[in-house]
């Protein structure tokens, strides 16, 4: 597509229910980050993926959070058992490939756990 | 590892005036430096980047940022800021060598005011 697609846009969940966010990159980027941004804070990286390389988690904050890439298609980012504290702004960004390129980011999904 | 300080959290502004917006970083490897907007309820958006050359950088809408490598700075400035231009602006870097993340600054709330 023309640019990053997140869905959904928002997303309003109780406390201990799973959410399944979704971003598909733009065609021909072989690169997928996961960030999140907290109210009032910088971009927290989460999980970073490349092809058919195995992914880098290391940003990921606990087991509960988990993300899956088929190839250089759509991924999708899963929070088991939701806390508050995971209330932010997820964004999804691509890139043709690492480095220098700089990355073109979604509009996110905002998530609250209430 | 890398770091990024962005030391003003808001920088106020009336409208015409110049503006800088502050940015070093840490590394002890080479890097490609980046400034991103976001504006309110949307994704991040590239405003310029540095890789090699000049280290007087243009980006749209008017900005522009200069590297130092000497004092490890990237500042964002422009020379007549607009109503328009009041968002949250973040720098980045990532290693030239291959880096698979971009570590991002904390952000610096630019609001201009009339």
Redesign the interface.
Known sequence: GAGVSQSPSNKVTEKGKDVELRCDPISGHTALYWYRQRLGQGLEFLIYFQGNSAPDKSGLPSDRFSAERTGESVSTLTIQRTQQEDSAVYLCASSLHKGGAGYTFGSGTRLTVV | AQSVTQLDSQVPVFEEAPVELRCNYSSSVSV?L?W?VQYP??????LL?Y?SGSTLVKGINGFEAEFNKSQTSFHLRKPSVHISDTAEY?CAV???G??????????TQLKVEL
């Open positions: 490609y980046f991103y309820n949307q994704g991040l958006q590239l980047k890789l973040f990532i290693p030239t291959g880096g698979n993340k971009l570590t991002f600054g904390t952000g």
